[in-house]
Structure formats: structure tokens, C-alpha cells
């Protein structure tokens, strides 16, 4: 093998195992972001008429905001559903809302 070939590999080499890597000042605005993110999902949430009184649980990773908790009804959990996706920003919702049991 010639050594231009070496050392081309060991130059692709690091480029693909540095390129993997996540900086860490790019975790924490994306932690940021999703914190800030949940925060105004949750103030939309408080403000509805109809969500309002409810307690769930709300979070967000990478844009998706997750929703926990017990919903009265499915016209409930439709419309934190719809109140969660019109939020600025959100990307996705992973629904772990149940229903009440009776």
C-alpha cells in the first residue's frame, strides 16, 4: 500500500470518528431548547378552558414533546393533543395520555 493511501485513511478515519461525536455546547442548547419548549406547551396547556385543570406530565427531547397522565375523556386527550401540536416548535407528540376509569 503507498503511503499517501495511509495516511488518506487515517485522515478519513478521524473525520468520520469526530464527525459522530456530539459537541457538548450543542447538547445543552438542545436541552435548553426542549426545556423551553416544555415550558411553553405546558403554559398553553394551564391557559386552555379545557385543559386547563388538568395535571400531565410534559417534556420534550429533540422537539417531540412527551405527554403523560389521565384524561377525563377522548374529546379531552384530542384537544390537549391539538392545543400541544399548534405550539411553536413542536416537531412531534408522543401520546401517553389514558383515560379515566369510571
Do not use: H, K, Y
Not at 386547563?52 to 384537544?79: H, Y
Request: charged fraction near 25%.
Amino acid at each position: 500500500m503507498r503511503w499517501w493511501n495511509v495516511v488518506f485513511l487515517w485522515v478519513i478515519g478521524g473525520v468520520l470518528l469526530t464527525g459522530c461525536a456530539t459537541p457538548e455546547w450543542s447538547r445543552d442548547e438542545a436541552s435548553a431548547a426542549d426545556a423551553q419548549l416544555a415550558e411553553s406547551v405546558r403554559a398553553r396547556l394551564t391557559q386552555d378552558a379545557v385543559a386547563g385543570g388538568l395535571s400531565l406530565g410534559v417534556s420534550a427531547q429533540g422537539g417531540t414533546i412527551r405527554l403523560r397522565g389521565q384524561v377525563p375523556d377522548e374529546t379531552v386527550r384530542l384537544r390537549v393533543l391539538s392545543v400541544t401540536r399548534s405550539a411553536p416548535g413542536v416537531r412531534g407528540v408522543d401520546d401517553r395520555l389514558f383515560l379515566m376509569r369510571r
